[in-house]
């Protein structure tokens, strides 16, 4: 390694026809230099300084190729900002990997070349005989490299990367032409550094855009959500059925695990999820709820990872998934056991890696969420099955939480009863005191296949029935027991008994009609050729 002010140059001569430089005169330096400076104050781009290092540079120096590398922002790396390529270069099979590789700051090269006061010009021979030389030098001297000058980018006293001029033949630079040299890297730096500069405010715009356009949806989401905000605080059970359900909140709430809710519908699990986000560190945020059964299987995808303008019939704006509006909060997932085998793979890849994709997006997005899931039915049995993939299902009973169906805590109905009064009455402007004992003896006898939902609809439709101060009589519909496949549960019917049956209700309703507007696949929401694909498994024929 060698500066020009040193005398150990690898050939003392001087030859000025073999000079790096093809322009010998002061007047033309002064021009070149000119021509620079104009070019560089318009530089907006990359691209702009690739093109001048490329037709400009090219045009007045004699080297063979140039190479700018630039610092990481890691501090502890570098790698190629900007290079000349010609047609040897992109052919050698190492290129790709040469140019993409991250190397070390301190390689041996790439500092020295920063800390020196003057351009320093090592020979390839040298270098090669190094143990611990860095890659791109083996990768020069394949290229026939015989010296590389380095020249520091660096404006204001600062180093940020530098520059290789690497040239095939063994020549000797005076020192004007290496001031000259040096004068044009100067300029280089100060246009590197206007388009790093110009790119961070870029980015820094683009980020604010993306924060505003988060706020809206969030601010969106919070509009909707605040209809069915629900206390986390007004839980009943907590002192009697539910202490063992408290006891593992307290232990998971404020971890960052992944909670799996298992209980018949209308038990309360969303009212139990909301109860762990508001005790987590996460409170501060709102905690975003996706009901995996309320969506078709396509919409439910973009509601989960959003999607890009364009992306699909339909999507006429961007749209941020609910995953992305739940970055360091929690994201709730309700009915999980409805989730498609095709989203449950994305969705465990989302979890896994912490990272999302909109469909027709092209850039990965991370993100810190936190995992409530829920779900009426037994996920071992849908593993089983084959409708439940059993990675994720590993992967979400971290902690599970069972809640217990209300006919199995009736001790708790009383309070019930009491809290949905106290909580209804004002919103129906009637003034109920309470239950007669008959009424009272009937809730404790029924068995509650709705569970807290059934009781909070009959209490609700009682009040409004109610003439006087005390409800006298309960309206309770007889209402169709929900297949419940939760383990304790005894009249299990299998999943093809439920299918069949709701299949065959549906096509008696259309008349056996399958096709059309008022078809029983249009009303399940399914391709006919599903439907009948489905019948012909279930073996549901005309005379059903
Ligand atoms: N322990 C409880 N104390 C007071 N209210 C409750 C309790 N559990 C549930 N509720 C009320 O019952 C209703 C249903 O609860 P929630 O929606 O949380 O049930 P769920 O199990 O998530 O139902 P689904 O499976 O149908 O989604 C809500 O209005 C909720 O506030």
New binding site residues.
């Given amino acids: 390694m060698e500066t020009p002010k040193q005398t150990t140059q690898t050939n003392p001569a001087v030859d000025n026809n073999h000079s790096i430089l093809l322009i010998k005169e002061i007047e033309e330096e002064k021009s070149l230099l000119l021509l620079l400076s104009k070019d560089i104050t318009s530089c907006r781009t990359k691209q702009d300084i690739q093109q001048i290092v490329s037709e400009r540079l090219a045009k007045y120096f004699r080297f063979n190729e140039i190479m700018i590398c630039l610092d990481n922002t890691d501090n502890l790396t570098h790698t190629n900002y900007i290079h000349t390529i010609t047609e040897q270069t992109i052919q050698h099979p190492s290129f790709a990997k040469g140019v993409a590789m991250k190397y070390y700051i301190n390689d041996g090269i790439y500092n020295v070349i920063q800390t020196a006061e003057e351009p320093v010009i090592f020979d390839m021979y040298e270098l090669m005989r190094r143990s611990n030389r860095p890659y791109y030098v083996d990768f020069f001297y394949e290229l026939n490299v015989n010296q590389l000058i380095g020249f520091p980018v660096r404006v204001n006293n600062k180093s940020f990367g530098a520059v290789f001029v690497y040239v095939k033949e063994k020549i000797f630079f005076s020192p004007s032409e290496i001031k000259l040299a040096e004068a044009v890297c100067a300029h280089i730096s100060i246009a590197i550094s206007n388009i790093l500069a110009y790119e961070q405010i870029q980015n820094q715009l683009a980020e604010i855009k993306q924060y505003k356009s988060r706020l809206e949806q969030e601010n969106l989401y919070l509009q909707e959500q605040m209809s069915d905000a ?1 206390s986390a605080g ?4 907590a002192a009697t059925s ?1 202490k063992k359900v408290f006891q593992l909140i307290a232990n998971v709430a404020r971890t960052n695990s992944t909670v799996l809710i298992m ?10 999820a909301r109860a762990i986000h508001n005790t987590s560190g996460r409170k501060d945020k709102l905690m975003i709820k996706v009901n995996c059964a309320a969506l078709p299987a396509q919409l439910i995808e973009s509601e989960l990872f959003g999607h890009e303008k364009g992306s699909f019939t339909g999507a006429t704006e961007r749209r941020m998934g609910k995953f992305e509006l739940a970055d360091n909060s929690t994201l709730f997932l ?2 999980i056991g409805e989730m498609s085998l095709d989203l449950q793979v994305k969705f465990l890849r989302a979890i896994q890696e912490k990272e999302v994709e909109r469909i027709g997006g092209q850039t990965v997005i991370k993100t810190d969420v936190r995992i409530i899931a ?1 779900t ?1 039915r037994d996920l071992e049995k849908e593993v089983a099955a084959g409708r439940f993939r059993a990675d994720l299902y590993y992967r979400l009973n971290v902690f599970p939480i069972v ?1 217990p169906p209300l006919r199995h805590r009736k001790e ?1 109905i009383d309070e ?1 009863i009491a ?1 949905f009064i106290h909580k209804l009455t004002p919103k129906i402007g009637k003034k109920i005191t309470g239950v007669a004992p008959a009424v009272l003896k009937e809730f404790h006898q029924y068995d509650w296949p709705g ?3 059934e009781l ?1 609809n009959v209490i609700e439709r009682s009040i409004l029935m109610a003439t006087g101060p005390c409800i006298e009589d309960i309206h309770l519909v007889s209402t169709v027991k929900e297949p419940s496949v939760l383990p304790e549960e005894q009249d299990i019917k299998s999943l093809e008994q439920v299918e069949r049956q709701h299949i065959v209700a549906t096509l008696k309703k259309c008349n056996g009609r399958i096709r059309g507007e008022k078809g029983a696949a249009a009303m399940l929401n399914l391709p006919p050729t599903t439907l009948q694909s489905k019948m012909k498994k279930l073996g549901i024929n005309k005379e059903y």
């Fill in positions: 629900v007004d839980i009943i059970g539910l209980g018949e519908t209308g038990t309360g699990k969303e009212l139990i309700d009915e829920a009426n809640l708790d019930l809290y569970n807290i939902r909070e």
